[in-house]
């Protein structure tokens, strides 16, 4: 099981932004290379939704609801992976959580709310 740390998360006034960052703990750079990493959010009530994957190798794909204003990043030598949140939405409001595909491992959640 792969250790994830996040962060970022607050609350932003509609049009805000904000950035997420999510740490793999004591990962060699080599394992980190292999990861498929993706963004979730989840709202209370409702089903754990893929907000954006960026797999190993391959192309990041987003949820409709986020193209365009949110961007999936990796840094290979900070062993991280990024999300960048513009043009906040209401809607976007959840918790969001970073996962680990290959080995099923979630980070704990980061609480995004986004005001009217």
């Known amino acids: 099981q792969v250790q994830l740390v996040e962060s970022g998360g607050g609350l932003v006034q509609a049009g805000g932004s904000l950035r997420l960052s999510c740490k793999v703990s004591r990962a060699i750079l080599s394992t980190f290379l292999s990861l498929d990493m993706a963004w979730y959010r989840q709202v209370p009530g409702k089903q754990r939704e893929l907000v954006a994957i960026?797999?190993?190798?391959?192309?990041?794909n987003y949820a409709d609801s986020v193209k365009g204003r949110f961007t999936m990043s990796r840094d290979n030598n900070k062993k991280s992976t990024y999300l960048q949140m513009n043009s906040l939405k209401p809607e976007d409001t959840a918790v969001y959580f970073c996962?680990?595909?290959?080995?099923?491992?979630w980070g704990q959640g980061t609480q995004v709310t986004v005001s009217s």
């Open positions: 996962h680990e595909e290959k080995s099923d491992s």
């Open positions: 960026s797999p190993s190798g391959g192309s990041t």
